[in-house]
């Protein structure tokens, strides 16, 4: 891929705004907000009680609050239950329907953006804004950024970059978070994983050290106690039938036990997908992962960025 250009319609953003903002979703999210400045993002998770991710959400200091990115399937449910839980601080949680997102990915894509824009974020999880924009620096297997911004100053941009850039489906930003091994949380997937089992904690997603939220205690045992069962894998699986987040993974010999679940997959070329899959340790280092069942086409492993623990 020499360059990517995409709109994120598959993206939404929330904004939690007033002088109890911080303090707020510092009780709900497993980062540590009050270590958030405003040139970098977070990743977080959304835990319920029982520790298991609601979603994931990158957060920013943004203007005079924060923004919370998340699936756009996800916002409403998400936003509806953040607000059961402001009782009275003061603050206040509202979709950001203003605002749209582009990606831009690849060496020309962002040399191009840099020459509207000027400097980029330098470093992965680097953030700055520029005017109404947002710019965000973001991990993968190229250069890529994100921007957001109401539609109305993000046209123009638009305009500039697919006049010399071929624009591509959302789908294809979404392989490049497979590839930089980066878990995102669908509703097939909702309350199915600790942030553990999709390695939240190995990119940065997890506090050990903050204070409570929702979920806290369950998330910490198995961190400090507990021996971890299952973890998130990079894999590529050849298929006629399009793959998708929550289907099931198993291994030969054991019927109809499941030995895992996917997380995300994406087209990669004809017939081929690239994917993320929580599957049992012990199955994915004794042998064969099959997808939907035991006579299922096989997941190739591939390498992700950062290891696994050994335990």
Known sequence: MSHLLCKLSALSWVYAEGEDAAYFLQS????????????????????????????????VRHNHGFLLQLPTELRDAIVERLRKYVLRAKLSVNPADDLAGVGVAGRPAVDA??????????????????????????PGPVPRFQIIGPWSDLQPL?????GSLQACPPSAWSRLDISAGIPQIL???SEAFVPQMVNLDLVGGVSFEKGC?????????????????????????????????????????????????????QLSAPGCYDVLAVVQLNAYRAGKLLLNDA??????????PYDLPAD
């Open 28 to 59: 709900q999210l497993t980062n540590d907000v009050s270590a958030l400045d405003n040139s970098h993002s977070q990743l977080h998770g959304y835990c319920n009680p029982k520790g298991r991710l609601l979603c994931i959400v990158r957060l």
């Open 158 to 162: 638009w305009d500039a970059l697919s």
């Open 187 to 189: 509703p097939a997937t």
């Open 213 to 265: 939220y929702p979920g806290q205690e369950i998330v910490a045992r198995m961190h400090y106690l507990g021996k971890l069962k299952q973890r998130m894998i990079r894999a590529q699986v050849t298929t006629s039938a399009a793959p998708k987040p929550g289907d099931k993974i198993y291994v030969p010999d054991r019927g109809e036990q499941s030995a895992g679940t996917l997380v995300d997959a």
């Open 295 to 304: 006579n299922g086409p096989e997941l190739e492993p591939r390498s992700l």
């Open 113 to 138: 953006l840099t020459q509207h824009l000027g400097p980029l974020p330098a470093t992965d999880n680097g953030y700055l804004q520029r005017g109404a924009l947002g710019v965000y620096g973001l």
